[in-house]
């Protein structure tokens, strides 16, 4: 079995980690995580929820007890609204209990909300400790386990308290991608989509094929083939690829920078998503749902500044709309979506800043007082109400 590998060099992280992607590579979780760890720890903390452990679970235990750690498991409840300062306080009163030490690790087993609560809790916890992520869904696999953003949300905002604490390493087994319900899958290609539309051509293409050959519909009965697999493994190898060729060059995401390589690019979408998310106290929408609304509104506004053909905004529609069905929007208030754009962390000094699209693969970032609030209100009225 061939595994494909990322390696992802920090200039300002002295241990250089990498991306293993393949299938079947669970049951070698505990040989990878001695791998990762140049001290290797006596205790590993791993952190999932419910559901996914009882999939996944006795496979990553099993596996890492095989190679001798003292494994202990916290189960947090599963969704984005319990990506809190509770469940981050639960979290390292069991690291705490656990009597974990500085030589010690914790694995995130899951999605991008466990993931994000392990990391910060491993970023924190004795002023940081290793931490190694599994990641189970489509989005936490392309995504959010790659870059080493962790963090909560709060009250006042998504994302907005948090820390940089690059992983040691990621294990990408694909496999666990066959449970996966087809909201997840929907919600992982929107991001997906997001990707490929401010990389360039060749990714946006390879996305929109996949798309279209593999629909999230019937996506658990394709895994029987070899092929499918062999592409799924590409496709994620070349969305992980493209997340850390960003990461590498603006790791802590510069203020300062304001060109198309940019760590800021990667939040194309995200301004609406944050904010239909905290209109919807995090209950109506997955977070990638979110993201695909927001991906579509970034390309209506980018159209209204006239700096995007609408031929184009056609082509990225007609690729998001294969991702599968999205959650209504018509009963999300518009005065609470622009209530939350105020606390995005996208706010630098007064100003918001807004991932735009000049082009499929031409990203561009604007800032917020060089566009109307009437155009922004407009836009987002008729968005919401279409």
Same mark, same amino acid.
């Given at each position: 079995?061939? #595994?494909?590998?990322?390696? /992802?060099?920090?200039?300002?992280?002295?241990?250089?980690?990498? +991306?293993?992607?393949?299938?079947?590579?669970?049951?070698?979780?505990?040989?990878?995580?001695?791998?990762?760890?140049?001290?290797?720890?006596?205790?590993?903390?791993?952190?999932?929820?419910?559901? /996914?452990?009882?999939?996944?679970?006795?496979?990553?235990?099993?596996?890492?007890?095989?190679?001798?750690?003292?494994?202990?498991?916290?189960?947090?409840?599963?969704?984005?609204?319990?990506?809190?300062?509770?469940?981050?306080?639960? +979290?390292?009163?069991?690291?705490?209990?656990?009597?974990?030490?500085?030589?010690?690790?914790?694995?995130?087993?899951?999605?991008?909300?466990?993931?994000?609560?392990?990391?910060?809790?491993?970023?924190?916890?004795?002023?940081? #400790?290793?931490?190694?992520?599994?990641?189970?869904?489509?989005?936490?696999?392309?995504?959010?386990?790659?870059?080493?953003?962790?963090?909560?949300?709060?009250?006042?905002?998504?994302?907005?308290?948090?820390?940089?604490?690059?992983?040691?390493?990621?294990?990408?087994?694909?496999?666990?991608?066959?449970?996966?319900?087809?909201?997840?899958?929907?919600?992982?290609?929107?991001?997906?989509?997001?990707?490929?539309?401010?990389?360039?051509?060749?990714?946006?293409?390879?996305?929109?094929?996949?798309?279209?050959?593999?629909?999230?519909?019937?996506?658990?009965?394709?895994?029987?083939?070899?092929?499918?697999?062999?592409?799924?493994?590409?496709?994620?190898?070349?969305?992980?690829?493209?997340?850390?060729?960003?990461?590498?060059?603006?790791?802590?995401?510069?203020?300062?920078?304001?060109?198309?390589?940019?760590?800021?690019?990667?939040?194309?979408?995200?301004?609406?998503?944050?904010?239909?998310?905290?209109?919807?106290?995090?209950?109506?929408?997955?977070?990638?749902?979110?993201?695909?609304?927001?991906?579509?509104?970034?390309?209506?506004?980018?159209?209204?500044?006239?700096?995007?053909?609408?031929?184009?905004?056609?082509?990225?529609?007609?690729?998001?709309?294969?991702?599968?069905?999205?959650?209504?929007?018509?009963?999300?208030?518009?005065?609470? +979506?622009?209530?939350?754009?105020?606390?995005?962390?996208?706010?630098?000094?007064?100003?918001?800043?807004?991932?735009?699209?000049?082009?499929?693969?031409?990203?561009?970032?604007?800032?917020?007082?060089?566009?109307?609030?009437?155009?922004?209100?407009?836009?987002?009225?008729?968005?919401?109400?279409?």
């Amino acid at each position: 079995m061939k #595994i494909k590998k990322i390696a /992802v060099e920090l200039q300002n992280n002295p241990h250089e980690y990498a +991306v293993e992607i393949g299938h079947g590579l669970l049951e070698k979780s505990g040989e990878w995580a001695r791998k990762c760890l140049s001290r290797p720890p006596k205790k590993i903390a791993v952190i999932s929820n419910q559901k /996914v452990f009882g999939l996944y679970g006795d496979a990553a235990r099993d596996s890492l007890a095989g190679e001798n750690f003292e494994v202990h498991v916290f189960l947090m409840k599963d969704g984005e609204r319990y990506k809190n300062f509770r469940s981050l306080k639960q +979290v390292l009163k069991f690291l705490g209990e656990t009597k974990l030490t500085r030589t010690d690790a914790v694995v995130a087993l899951g999605g991008g909300v466990v993931g994000d609560l392990a990391g910060f809790a491993s970023a924190i916890f004795l002023r940081g #400790i290793s931490f190694l992520q599994i990641p189970t869904t489509l989005l936490a696999m392309i995504d959010s386990s790659v870059g080493g953003k962790t963090g909560v949300n709060a009250e006042f905002g998504k994302n907005l308290i948090g820390a940089f604490h690059q992983p040691r390493g990621v294990l990408i087994d694909v496999e666990t991608l066959k449970t996966l319900p087809r909201r997840e899958l929907t919600a992982g290609f929107c991001e997906a989509v997001k990707q490929a539309a401010i990389a360039d051509r060749k990714l946006f293409n390879q996305t929109a094929d996949f798309l279209e050959n593999y629909s999230p519909n019937n996506f658990k009965s394709y895994f029987t083939g070899e092929k499918f697999i062999s592409e799924l493994e590409d496709f994620i190898h070349a969305q992980v690829s493209f997340k850390t060729e960003i990461v590498l060059q603006d790791e802590r995401e510069s203020t300062d920078r304001h060109d198309g390589k940019s760590r800021k690019i990667l939040n194309f979408g995200h301004t609406l998503a944050h904010a239909l998310e905290k209109a919807t106290d995090y209950k109506h929408f997955k977070h990638g749902e979110a993201v695909g609304y927001g991906i579509l509104f970034a390309a209506e506004l980018s159209k209204s500044i006239k700096i995007f053909d609408d031929n184009e905004l056609k082509l990225l529609d007609d690729v998001l709309q294969r991702v599968g069905k999205l959650p209504d929007t018509r009963k999300v208030s518009l005065e609470k +979506v622009f209530e939350a754009f105020a606390f995005d962390k996208k706010n630098i000094g007064e100003s918001l800043q807004w991932i735009l699209l000049e082009g499929i693969g031409k990203p561009k970032i604007v800032e917020g007082t060089n566009i109307s609030p009437t155009i922004i209100h407009q836009t987002l009225k008729k968005f919401l109400e279409k």
